[in-house]
């Protein structure tokens, strides 16, 4: 093992990412990701697993690509124009950028809650039940009912909003209509969540529940999370990642990232040297 | 050669703060270096005004330890440390204790140099004293220094020489046993002069955890019981 | 401490400065908008008062025999009969029996211009809707011809206006109004007739009509058309030199002087595919040329404004891009493409120069009932009137400004209400 304090802040140019990237028991595997916007590379060369079950957080400094390539998990990315992913991203063997895939269905299967709580501007049950009715999930009126409340009893929300299940869901608070976007993102029974910065615009209460509500997710849903928080990765994620300027530079659990850090560049930046 | 640096923090304060809970921890260091060697002078020199001193000052060891403490918290509570912040911070609260041990022992064997002062005896056991107080004034210090340079090659080496100690306090025991066993007379003294060796034994352990506890901030390794 | 005092010494200075210019500034803007609400005060006040009296219209009571022989009809069912028949005389015999003293070919000719012309064509009517009068006496307020209006109006106000009037028949009105035959009333023939070369009988139904059904057309075009090429531009074209092209030959498009779209359809609609002159249907496909870059720059705009945030957790949860526009960006965006539509329709309500191209000009008495009638336009209504040289066509054009800003009115209103109403906030 390197130590970290034999290392510079400089990064060589053929960086090897240090850590444990790589899982047993992947649930999906990417391998030498490259990403361009345009001309301009985002990601360089990442490879990395993602484990069944685990929540794994992505930490770096604003623009180090872990928003880009979170959204490259479910292919948010080609929405963008002029953006150009490379290399392999597989999920259970299957390769998500295959020609034959439809990202509809990629979608349906790996859910997405956003940094700002953007619940439809409908109601809260509208809100829940539109992606089982796009998907066809649900026949009957009594079908649409039971995924409604199992879903919100599942992002904890059901006790708070059970009797207002009409009216808008943008009248609720910020927190709650953060919980109400992973009700709706979990409604369509993903097997992959991917949160950009899911607390970043919540009160430390609602952070806090919502941190909660990831720890009991975890136990039937696989979780990447982006964050600007380094305590948060620490208090939610089982494995930590951390991005610099596009290049994976660790891959560690979460305990040894936070009290060890392998890399001189995660060991300042969790350490608030820069970032 | 390691270097470890606890500044460029972007919050300037907070390269303050670690900087004062190391120079203070030092400060303290330099008085528990200083209170083992005027109880080891108060015995070889049956001065019982230097060990009463050394008692006396034992109570602004304790109150640096709780100071130190303090700040520690301080600085969890406020810039939550992560990685060598944190180790560094963990490191200091643990060695204030080893340090303010290190003070208490230093202190019993003032007291120690109190009752053996007012014996006027032969000088039995005096040169097993002075060997184990050379070897373990020496570790203390080796390791305060290493501290002071977060040097992590030096504490390996400092924590082999306790090892050395230890051979030496088995040794003194067997010799000071002798000495009861030749001349019962003597075994009052003799079991004095076994309170001080076992307090010098003592400190040199809590040295070596001083030592342990540098290797952990900078290598981030736990070496403890190994 | 000095430094301190001095700077502070100067912020008050400058202070003072500062809020003289506000208030200075206050004023200014004070001053702009009551000039702006002075002018439109002033138009108002102008409109109304040259045309309320155009909403009343004098008519003078006589009593009517409809006598069979007179007319020269025996049988109201037969066509021929009632086309040949002398209507004119049922108003002229009646006007004769209240004048009885009126002798000479050229008084009796005055006399008889009391009344308006198309007199004799209204009785007929009314004979026609309630046959069992045939034969019978009836009173029934006639309408009276238009400089007789015009003069009867001005003397009830008190400043007598007798340019065209003989002294004649200035003593017959003194002497009808002495016994009440003679009156203002309701002038429903504004509301219900076309235009004629008579003040009297003109009125604004037929370019009403004519407005009604070209703005139908345009809307029916230029809204899907508009919203669809809106949503398209936003959601689905790449970004690329092609659109950019487009984007600004749209804005262009909307700063054209709208006369060019006239000419244009001149040349493409009418002599290109043929379609007939004056109609609607031509009407409406120019105004829909005119419309189009204001539906599409303001459907892009409220397109604009629905928040990315909705659009990446529609994407997210996996709706398809359609799906997303259908579903979330269409109801969030429509309030704001309505307001747009409203107000270029209410654009096009108050266009003139493109429908003159393309024939929508022309003289028409007849009331347009479909989109294939030759019709003209509210706007180009007061062009013909305020040209036309009767005096009594002066009340009339304010009139029909009347109307026509009334409609205007009620769909900006219906635009910021709508806005207001279908708005959400997110």
Same mark, same amino acid.
């Given at each position: 093992?390197?130590?970290?304090?034999?290392?510079?802040?400089?990064?060589?140019?053929?960086?090897?990412?240090?850590?444990?990237?790589?899982?047993?028991?992947?649930?999906?595997?990417?391998?030498?990701?490259?990403?361009?916007?345009?001309?301009?590379?985002?990601?360089?060369?990442?490879?990395?697993?993602? @484990?069944?079950?685990?929540?794994?957080?992505?930490?770096?400094?604003?623009?180090?690509?872990?928003?880009?390539?979170?959204?490259?998990?479910?292919?948010?990315?080609? @929405?963008?124009?002029?953006?150009?992913?490379?290399?392999?991203?597989?999920?259970?063997?299957?390769?998500?950028?295959?020609?034959?895939?439809?990202?509809?269905?990629?979608?349906?299967?790996?859910?997405?809650?956003?940094?700002?709580?953007?619940?439809?501007?409908?109601?809260?049950?509208?809100?829940? @039940?539109?992606?089982?009715?796009?998907?066809?999930?649900?026949?009957?009126?009594?079908?649409?009912?039971?995924?409604?409340?199992?879903?919100?009893?599942?992002?904890?929300?059901?006790?708070?909003?059970?009797?207002?299940?009409?009216?808008?869901?943008?009248?609720?608070?910020?927190?709650?209509?953060?919980?109400?976007?992973?009700?709706?993102?979990?409604?369509?029974?993903?097997?992959?969540?991917?949160?950009?910065?899911?607390?970043?615009?919540?009160?430390?209460?609602?952070?806090?529940?919502?941190?909660?509500?990831?720890?009991?997710?975890?136990?039937?849903?696989?979780?990447?999370i982006v964050t600007h928080s380094m305590q948060q990765a620490a208090r939610v994620s089982h494995r930590t990642a951390y991005f610099h300027l596009g290049k994976l530079i660790e891959v560690n659990p979460t305990e040894q990232v936070f009290t060890m850090p392998q890399h001189q560049l995660t060991e300042a930046y969790i350490t608030g040297r820069f970032g | 050669m390691v270097k470890m640096s606890f500044e460029n923090h972007i919050m300037k304060q907070f390269d303050d703060e670690l900087e004062e809970i190391r120079t203070r921890l030092m400060e303290m260091g330099g008085k528990v270096e200083q209170q083992l060697q005027h109880a080891i002078r108060a015995i070889s020199e049956a001065d019982s005004k230097l060990a009463e001193q050394v008692i006396i000052e034992d109570r602004r060891v304790d109150a640096m330890e709780v100071d130190i403490d303090e700040a520690c918290i301080l600085i969890i509570a406020r810039r939550q440390p992560a990685a060598?912040?944190?180790?560094?911070?963990?490191?200091?609260?643990?060695?204030?204790?080893?340090?303010?041990?290190?003070?208490?022992?230093?202190?019993?064997?003032?007291?120690?140099?109190?009752?053996?002062?007012?014996?006027?005896?032969?000088?039995?056991?005096?040169?097993?004293?002075?060997?184990?107080?050379?070897?373990?004034?020496?570790?203390?210090?080796?390791?305060?220094?290493?501290?002071?340079?977060?040097?992590?090659?030096?504490?390996?080496?400092?924590?082999?020489?306790?090892?050395?100690?230890?051979?030496?306090?088995?040794?003194?025991?067997?010799?000071?046993?002798?000495?009861?066993?030749?001349?019962?007379?003597?075994?009052?003294?003799?079991?004095?002069?076994?309170?001080?060796?076992?307090?010098?034994?003592?400190?040199?352990?809590?040295?070596?955890?001083?030592?342990?506890?540098?290797?952990?901030?900078?290598?981030?390794?736990?070496?403890?019981?190994? | 401490?000095?430094?301190?005092?001095?700077?502070?010494?100067?912020?008050?200075?400058?202070?003072?400065?500062?809020?003289?210019?506000?208030?200075?500034?206050?004023?200014?803007?004070?001053?702009?908008?009551?000039?702006?609400?002075?002018?439109?005060?002033?138009?108002?006040?102008?409109?109304?008062?040259?045309?309320?009296?155009?909403?009343?219209?004098?008519?003078?009571?006589?009593?009517?025999?409809?006598?069979?022989?007179?007319?020269?009809?025996?049988?109201?069912?037969?066509?021929?009969?009632?086309?040949?028949?002398?209507?004119?005389?049922?108003?002229?015999?009646?006007?004769?029996?209240?004048?009885?003293?009126?002798?000479?070919?050229?008084?009796?000719?005055?006399?008889?211009?009391?009344?308006?012309?198309?007199?004799?064509?209204?009785?007929?009517?009314?004979?026609?809707?309630?046959?069992?009068?045939?034969?019978?006496?009836?009173?029934?307020?006639?309408?009276?011809?238009?400089?007789?209006?015009?003069?009867?109006k001005s003397w009830l106000d008190g400043d007598a206006y007798d340019a065209r009037m003989t002294a004649k028949q200035v003593q017959w009105i003194a002497q009808l109004h002495q016994e009440d035959l003679i009156a203002l009333k309701f002038n429903s023939n504004l509301f219900s007739r076309g235009d004629s070369r008579e003040p009297e009988q003109a009125g604004i139904r037929g370019a009403v009509m004519g407005s009604f059904l070209t703005l139908i057309m345009t809307l029916m075009l230029s809204f899907p058309i508009g919203v669809s090429a809106a949503i398209y531009l936003e959601e689905f074209a790449p970004k690329n030199r092609w659109t950019d092209f487009i984007e600004v030959n749209i804005n262009n498009l909307a700063a054209v002087p709208s006369i060019i779209f006239g000419l244009l359809g001149l040349a493409i609609f009418i002599n290109f595919f043929h379609v007939p002159r004056s109609v609607p249907i031509v009407g409406g496909l120019v105004?829909?040329?005119?419309?189009?870059?204001?539906?599409?720059?303001?459907?892009?705009?409220?397109?604009?404004?629905?928040?990315?945030?909705?659009?990446?957790?529609?994407?997210?949860?996996?709706?398809?891009?359609?799906?997303?526009?259908?579903?979330?960006?269409?109801?969030?965006?429509?309030?704001?493409?309505?307001?747009?539509?409203?107000?270029?329709?209410?654009?096009?309500?108050?266009?003139?120069?493109?429908?003159?191209?393309?024939?929508?000009?022309?003289?028409?008495?007849?009331?347009?009932?479909?989109?294939?009638?030759?019709?003209?336009?509210?706007?180009?209504?007061?062009?013909?009137?305020?040209?036309?040289?009767?005096?009594?066509?002066?009340?009339?054009?304010?009139?029909?400004?009347?109307?026509?800003?009334?409609?205007?009115?009620?769909?900006?209103?219906?635009?910021?209400?709508?806005?207001?109403?279908?708005?959400?906030?997110?």
């Open positions: 093992m390197k130590l970290a304090s034999e290392q510079t802040l400089e990064l060589d140019e053929g960086h090897v990412t240090v850590g444990q990237s790589f899982s047993d028991d992947p649930k999906m595997t990417m391998r030498n990701i490259n990403v361009f916007y345009a001309e301009k590379q985002a990601i360089y060369d990442v490879s990395i697993d993602i @484990t069944k079950n685990e929540v794994i957080a992505m930490i770096g400094p604003s623009g180090c690509g872990k928003s880009t390539f979170l959204r490259t998990l479910n292919r948010m990315n080609d @929405t963008v124009d002029g953006c150009r992913v490379e290399g392999d991203i597989c999920m259970d063997g299957e390769n998500l950028y295959a020609p034959n895939l439809d990202v509809v269905e990629l979608r349906a299967r790996v859910g997405m809650v956003f940094q700002k709580p953007n619940p439809f501007p409908k109601s809260i049950r509208d809100n829940v @039940t539109y992606g089982p009715k796009i998907h066809g999930l649900a026949d009957t009126r009594v079908d649409l009912d039971e995924i409604l409340e199992k879903s919100l009893r599942k992002a904890g929300l059901w006790e708070e909003v059970k009797d207002r299940l009409d009216q808008p869901g943008t009248g609720l608070s910020g927190g709650q209509q953060q919980r109400l976007c992973i009700a709706r993102a979990i409604a369509v029974s993903p097997e992959v969540i991917l949160m950009d910065e899911p607390c970043s615009a919540l009160d430390p209460i609602a952070t806090a529940k919502i941190e909660e509500l990831i720890e009991e997710l975890s136990q039937n849903f696989t979780i990447a | 060598s912040d944190l180790r560094l911070v963990m490191m200091v609260t643990k060695a204030v204790n080893d340090l303010e041990r290190i003070g208490d022992e230093a202190r019993k064997i003032a007291n120690h140099a109190i009752i053996l002062s007012e014996e006027n005896e032969p000088s039995v056991g005096y040169p097993e004293v002075r060997h184990i107080a050379n070897s373990v004034t020496k570790i203390l210090a080796n390791a305060l220094d290493a501290f002071a340079r977060f040097d992590a090659d030096a504490a390996i080496r400092t924590i082999e020489e306790d090892k050395q100690v230890d051979l030496d306090y088995k040794t003194a025991l067997r010799e000071v046993v002798t000495y009861m066993m030749e001349d019962p007379r003597s075994i009052s003294r003799a079991i004095n002069i076994l309170w001080v060796v076992r307090s010098l034994e003592r400190i040199g352990d809590h040295a070596k955890n001083l030592c342990e506890q540098i290797v952990f901030v900078v290598k981030g390794k736990d070496i403890r019981r190994r | 401490m000095n430094n301190r005092s001095d700077t502070l010494s100067k912020i008050q200075h400058s202070l003072t400065r500062r809020n003289r210019a506000e208030a200075r500034f206050r004023w200014y803007g004070r001053c702009a908008i009551f000039i702006g609400l002075l002018a439109v005060a002033v138009l108002f006040f102008d409109i109304i008062s040259k045309g309320h009296g155009a909403f009343r219209a004098t008519y003078i009571k006589l009593d009517i025999h409809y006598d069979p022989e007179l007319i020269g009809i025996n049988n109201l069912a037969d066509n021929e009969q009632l086309s040949a028949g002398n209507w004119q005389a049922l108003s002229k015999t009646a006007l004769r029996n209240k004048f009885p003293d009126v002798s000479g070919r050229q008084d009796k000719r005055r006399l008889s211009k009391l009344l308006s012309n198309g007199a004799g064509f209204d009785l007929k009517d009314h004979l026609l809707a309630n046959p069992q009068l045939l034969g019978k006496k009836e009173s029934v307020w006639v309408l009276a011809d238009d400089d007789i209006d015009t003069y009867f105004l829909t040329l005119m419309t189009l870059p204001t539906i599409i720059i303001t459907s892009r705009a409220a397109i604009k404004s629905v928040p990315p945030s909705i659009r990446e957790a529609a994407l997210g949860m996996g709706a398809s891009k359609y799906q997303m526009v259908l579903h979330h960006v269409l109801p969030l965006a429509l309030p704001g493409m309505l307001t747009g539509a409203i107000i270029g329709m209410a654009q096009a309500l108050g266009e003139t120069a493109p429908l003159l191209m393309i024939g929508m000009v022309a003289f028409i008495v007849d009331i347009p009932n479909g989109f294939s009638d030759p019709a003209t336009v509210l706007p180009v209504q007061i062009f013909l009137w305020a040209d036309s040289p009767e005096r009594a066509f002066i009340e009339k054009t304010s009139a029909a400004i009347m109307v026509l800003l009334s409609f205007l009115i009620i769909m900006n209103t219906s635009a910021v209400w709508l806005r207001k109403r279908l708005e959400r906030r997110w």
